[in-house]
């Protein structure tokens, strides 16, 4: 009731904001969970009846605990409120329990931590320079940043309806961003060096924070042109953000160490016996790559190039994680993926050491890293590709370009989210939800940049348009056909190489707008 | 309109709570052997599709009327039967003669739910972001603020798409009539109006503001001119779309006898025994068992007298001085003395109540939010009965918080912003001190809100003395009559005291 008032005095805006997300979020509660809500049940059951040093042992459930130390000690403490809601989803052997205690104390969990999100998007608006203040309310930047970044569909989805934990995380992510804008660099780095710690999926983003602390921070100044003072290198500086990253991961994996088990901690943080791709394909490199070999072989048997004999049995993206093999094209090993990812990473991680540009340019290396690594990486999830569009939700506000780019990149991106979700009374709300983050991302950011030229050629608005048919293809028209049961994977397929095409498309264009820019002069910086 | 995309979001925001509530439980789900409005519903689209239209009202050994026999006019019908069509080429089962009783599925549920949305995006959604667009003196940012009000109302929401009910069509005619009136397509408005009364009959709460209000303005085009010719196009409009409806049952008298039996149950007594409904003659049954009481007929005399006693102030007035925003208000206290006085409210009832208040929420923006927060309380008990808590809270909440920020209702409760200046200076002229009204209604909303949420918290978490088990529906019930009452005065006071002075302070201004 506290926050009811507040909000209502003065219309502050921005509690608004956050009430009504929290509410829709309480209204989700009772939509499709998916797996993950198991996991994270049976993550509780582990960590509260447990040992630590049974921890990463136990695998009584085939969801064995495959996050780092800082995310057990989270479910720990979660599991101390647990108990008053339902003593019975504590217990490791109850497998698949979702009792509507244990359904309404997991959703409350997500929707509570996410407090922490919504602390990290109020600083985040903090950082976006206001030099358009003094219009209307919808027209400001931090007001259209807060709700793009509130009101995140993606978000929405994966956390409160499929059931994961992203929101505080991300809330980690852009709390250390906005630290960093805020020239707060240790507290920026201390941030960063937990959330690493809670899920390592953050790993692909670590290199831009490196090279940035080690390159604006560690280096105090600039030769007039830019390049690197050698001789202005700053020591404490270093020691003391070594010290934090040092101390965050002894208290993290120290007990691990001191139990000997850190080899069995990190074969379940990194399990490289799953396959390139997941069942469904997330719209990367890989997935245009496969659906490319897959034409190949049907053009094949059609021409009797290929001897049908010969061609593996497994059909693509039936919905079991296996080894995907390829039949025209060489198969892809983790090591190829890696060098792929590394080699997609170095450019961007270049710019930032030559060409400097502040937080600016550090958050564009940073999108770059996200988006690099979903591109090339091994066995990559659709919902990685959010690590790229929370961050570029702060870029879109401030330039016309980024804001073209960040449209095409969410809206694929999003769109690619849809099969998470294929239960019939999810339908509504999936569509519903995308078509009203679409639509208010579009149309406000167009205002906001209304004087520049327009945000999408012909091609970009043709390709974002041809979303609305894929979908009534997928959903409506497919299953009524008489494909349905010969090519099931079809709708799959097609969602996951056209929304790579638009992927591609951006990660390729935010490159050349990051290698292209000329460094920003110092007048300009101030 | 440069910003559609607001009202565009606005809208899809309003589908989207709509959707997740009807996820919810509806009215009756898995409690054989009547079940409730849900299946009432299911039912009337059995009997529609299996039984010749001759039947539709009349008791037979293939429509048991003492089970969810067909009591609402025939438009309500139609529309069974057109969902029945939709429901026979899905799954035959859903509507089968007699084996289909009681049925209940994941899969039905779904289509139930979505033959509420589309009706509801069709007619009542398309009403409400079209009077907005059409209110005048309003920054666009206003207007769209007007409609997410509007569209979060929760106790449509929780009606139609928790409890399961299609209201939103009724109301959204209605809403239709009240813009062609205002907007002078007079034929067009009745016409609307007319569907509304063949979709539901409670729509007659709102007939005689109407009725009055087309009635002035034929007196003031003179009613030997222009007047007249408009009341003769206006009678024929009216009787035409009646005998439309009304086609298949106006060939015998029987028929008609029937179905008008049928709508009007008037041998069920002043009020349903098991429903609590927060009016005058439910209150006092605490005290008075006036049902047991009087006999029969004095029972409909007396609340005939009284709902009519109660409106008239207010229709002469507007019969007198015709105008749209003078028919608004009208439309208010008319509904509210309806349900408070009349024969046979249902606690739903008062949505009819609170469409007309949804229409004034731009003008007295604290004043129309109180009154929709109450009117979502006083259906609590049924709202629970359903298993509606948590998105009760939700929507209500939800409300609260988009008519606080898009009106800042806190600040805006000066005599004059509240209309009541016109009636305190009038006080004034006998007693000079009279400046504590705006105070009074303050300290007035802040309790009323504590006695709500304390009630809510009480009826939730603590069990009724053995003694009373209706302990908690009857305070509920009571405690938003004594507010209706007050909302009675209230409006009534704004509509006596209204234009004649409004006009002047305009024009001195």
């Known amino acids: ?526 | 309109m440069e910003k559609w995309y607001l009202m565009t979001t606005v809208v899809l925001i309003g589908l989207t709570i709509r959707w997740t509530v009807s996820l919810n439980s509806y009215s009756g789900a898995g409690k054989p052997p009547m079940f409730g409005d849900y299946e009432a519903q299911r039912h009337w689209q059995e009997i529609t599709f299996n039984l010749p239209i001759k039947q539709w009202y009349f008791n037979s050994s293939d429509n048991n009327l003492l089970y969810w026999g067909l009591d609402y006019p025939p438009l309500t019908a139609y529309h069974s039967l057109l969902c029945a069509y939709v429901a026979k080429v899905i799954n035959p089962d859903w509507i089968a003669l007699h084996t289909s009783r009681g049925y209940e599925s994941e899969a039905h549920k779904l289509f139930m739910r979505a033959t509420v949305l589309i009706a509801d995006l069709l007619i009542y959604i398309p009403a409400v972001v079209l009077y907005c667009c059409c209110l005048k003196e309003m920054s666009t940012k206003k207007k769209v603020a007007n409609a997410l009000c509007i569209l979060l109302y929760p106790g449509l929401i929780l009606i139609d798409y928790g409890h399961f009910q299609y209201n939103s069509v009724s109301l959204g005619f209605a809403l239709w009539g009240v813009l062609g009136v205002s907007c002078h397509w007079d034929l067009l408005g009745s016409l609307a109006f007319c569907l509304a009364i063949n979709y539901k009959q409670m729509e007659l709460y709102h007939s005689l503001p109407f009725f009055c209000f087309l009635l002035g303005k034929c007196f003031k085009k003179g009613l030997k001119g222009k007047g007249f010719v408009l009341l003769v196009k206006l009678a024929c409009t009216v009787v035409a779309s009646f005998v439309l409806c009304w086609l298949p049952f106006v060939t015998e008298k029987e028929q008609t006898l029937q179905v008008l039996r049928r709508l009007f149950p008037v041998d069920r007594g002043l009020f349903e025994a098991r429903d609590k409904v927060a009016n005058i003659w439910c209150s006092l049954s605490v005290f008075l068992k006036i049902k047991n009481i009087l006999p029969h007929h004095t029972q409909i005399k007396i609340s005939f007298c009284f709902t009519f006693l109660s409106l008239l102030p207010a229709c002469i007035k507007l019969i007198l001085q015709p105008s749209p925003k003078g028919f608004r208000y009208t439309l208010v206290t008319c509904a509210l003395s309806f349900f408070l006085f009349s024969f046979q409210v249902h606690e739903k009832s008062i949505l009819l109540v609170s469409l007309p208040v949804c229409l004034v929420l731009n003008e007295i923006p604290f004043m129309s939010t109180w009154f929709l927060l109450v009117s979502t309380f006083s259906m609590l008990p049924l709202l629970l009965k359903d298993d509606l808590l948590m998105p009760t809270i939700v929507t209500v909440m939800a409300f609260f918080i988009a008519c606080a920020t898009s009106f800042s209702i806190f600040e805006k409760t000066s005599e004059e912003e509240l209309q009541l200046k016109s009636f305190s200076v009038s006080v004034r002229k006998y007693v000079p001190c009279f400046t504590f009204l705006p105070r009074v209604i303050q300290h007035l909303f802040l309790m009323s809100t504590i006695t709500m949420v304390l009630l809510t918290l009480m009826t939730v978490t603590l069990d009724p003395p053995p003694k009373f088990p209706d302990l908690f529906p009857v305070l509920v019930c009571f405690v938003s009559c004594l507010k209706f009452l007050f909302f009675l005065v209230y409006f009534n006071i704004i509509i006596m005291w209204d234009s004649k002075s409004g006009r002047n302070q305009k024009k001195t201004d």
């Open chain 1, 1 to 526: 009731m506290a926050a009811l008032g507040l909000a209502a005095s003065g219309g502050n805006w921005f509690s608004a904001l956050a009430l009504g997300v929290t509410l829709l979020k309480c209204l989700l509660i009772p939509t499709y969970h998916s797996t993950d809500f198991e996991v994270h049940r049976n993550w509780l059951a582990i960590t509260h009846s447990l040992p630590v040093s049974q921890w990463y042992y136990e695998e009584t459930s085939e969801w064995t605990l495959d996050y780092p130390p800082f995310f057990a000690w989270f479910e720990y403490a979660l599991s101390h409120v647990a108990k008053y809601f339902d003593q019975e989803m504590l217990n490791i052997h109850n497998l698949n329990y979702a009792s509507s205690k244990t359904l309404l104390f997991q959703r409350f969990s997500v929707i509570f931590t996410d407090i922490l999100f919504v602390y990290a998007v109020h600083e985040c608006c903090k950082c976006i320079d206001g030099k358009k203040a003094g219009k209307e309310l919808t027209e400001k930047p931090k007001f259209i940043l807060s709700v793009l970044l509130l009101w995140n569909f993606g978000l929405l989805i994966v956390d409160h309806i499929h059931f994961q934990y992203n929101g505080f995380l991300m809330g980690l992510m852009l709390l250390s961003i906005a630290r960093l804008f805020q020239k707060r660099h240790m507290e920026g780095a201390l941030l960063f060096a937990v959330l690493l710690h809670f899920k390592h999926i953050y790993l692909y983003v670590a290199p831009a924070y490196g090279i940035y602390l080690l390159r604006s921070y560690c280096f105090t100044a600039n030769k007039p042109d830019g390049s690197v003072r050698w001789n202005s290198f700053n020591f404490v500086r270093l020691i003391s953000l070594g010290l934090i990253v040092f101390l965050v991961s002894a208290l993290s994996l120290g007990p691990f160490l001191a139990l000997n088990q850190l080899p069995q901690v990190f074969s379940r943080l990194f399990p490289f016996k799953r396959g390139l791709c997941h069942a469904y394909w997330a719209p990367n490199f890989w997935a245009l790559y496969n659906a490319l070999d897959k034409v190949l072989s049907v053009i094949g048997l059609k021409l009797k190039l290929l001897d049908p004999n010969k061609i593996p049995k497994a059909s693509m993206t039936s919905g079991l994680v296996q080894q995907f093999q390829h039949t025209v094209l060489p198969s892809v090993t983790p090591l190829a993926t890696l060098i792929c990812t590394l080699i997609a990473i170095l450019p961007s991680i270049f710019c930032l050491w030559f060409k400097p540009q502040g937080p600016k340019g550090f958050l564009r290396c940073l999108i770059l890293c996200a988006l690099s690594s979903f591109m090339f990486g091994w066995h990559v999830h659709e919902k990685a590709i959010l690590l790229a569009v929370l961050p570029m939700s702060l870029l879109s506000v401030g330039k016309a370009g980024d804001a073209s780019i960040f449209l095409i990149l969410t809206t694929t991106g999003h769109y690619s989210l849809f099969p998470l979700l294929f239960t019939a009374p999810e339908l509504p709300i999936k569509i519903l939800l995308m078509l009203l983050f679409t639509i208010y991302s579009i149309s406000s950011l167009k205002t906001l940049f209304r004087k520049e030229k327009p945000l999408f050629n012909w091609m970009e608005t043709f390709y974002l348009l041809g979303l609305g048919p894929l979908e009534v293809f997928c959903e409506f028209v497919f299953p009524f056909t008489s494909w349905k049961l010969k090519y099931s994977f079809l709708p799959l397929l097609l969602t996951s190489a056209y929304c790579a095409v638009g992927i591609t498309y951006a990660w390729f264009r935010l490159y050349v707008s990051v290698l292209t820019d000329p460094p920003v002069s110092k007048t300009k910086k101030q």
